[in-house]
């Protein structure tokens, strides 16, 4: 088993372009979340999905935007990077109501220049 | 404005020792905090959880403690290791809505 797969591991995108950071989980979670991290600054949410077909924007969501297609995938797009996305992407899963805890997967590192 | 405030970015302890990290949040709507911890180039895992209901949560060389009146919760690690060294991250999660918020995270240092 998996758990979570990112990909890819790390990019080096030019300013203006179009990226989208995959997502893939195999737990039949029901929920899952992009975060940004950056230093100093902790776990940020970008936007959620509690079940495939739904999504929410979580605390910054401007310049992404995602879709839940299915359970398993759960892809982030920057329509036209910015330098300030230049960030450390995690997707995360969480199982059904009842559990609070989420499951993260090893990351994406984005340099956008 | 932060709801979940770690104020201690880092913190060195040497192995053996405890190692307490600190976390205070403003919003009395959260009902549930975790603890995460993260290895660098890896994504954070799950370390120890606690509802609102109780004061104590304990899983082996970690104890949470959480204190409702001063908003305040605290992770204990007993006896300390060089494997903790991580980042440690708080969050807080409000009745119902399953989306926490974090806290900026405290980097231990635990040397032999």
């Known amino acids: 088993i998996a758990g979570i797969t990112q990909a890819p591991t790390s990019q080096i995108l030019a300013a203006g372009r179009r990226m989208t950071l995959r997502c893939t989980q195999d737990?039949?979670?029901?929920?899952m979340y992009w975060y940004r991290q950056d230093l100093g600054l902790g776990l940020r949410l970008i936007h959620y999905?509690?079940?495939?077909?739904?999504?929410g924007k979580g605390e910054v969501p401007d310049g992404y935007s995602v879709s839940r297609a299915n359970t398993d995938d759960f892809p982030l797009t920057l329509a036209s990077a910015v330098p300030s996305q230049t960030s450390v992407y995690f997707c995360?899963?969480?199982?059904?109501?009842?559990?609070?805890?989420?499951?993260f997967g090893p990351g994406t590192r984005l340099t956008v220049l | 404005d932060q709801q979940v405030k770690q104020n201690s970015p880092s913190l060195s302890v040497q192995e053996g020792r405890i190692s307490i990290l600190n976390c205070d949040y403003t919003n009395s709507m959260f009902d549930y905090f975790l603890w995460y911890k993260k290895y660098p180039a890896e994504g954070p895992t799950f370390l120890i959880s606690i509802s609102s209901i109780k004061d104590k949560n304990e899983d082996g060389r970690f104890t949470v403690f959480l204190n409702k009146s001063a908003k305040h919760l605290s992770l204990h690690i007993v006896p300390s290791q060089p494997g903790d060294s991580a980042v440690y991250f708080c969050a807080a999660d409000p009745g119902g809505s399953y989306i926490p918020t974090f806290g900026r995270g405290t980097s231990l240092i635990v040397h032999p």
């Open positions: 737990m039949r979670h029901n929920a």
């Open positions: 999905s509690n079940t495939a077909g739904t999504t």
């Open positions: 995360a899963s969480r199982t059904s109501v009842g559990s609070h805890t989420q499951y």
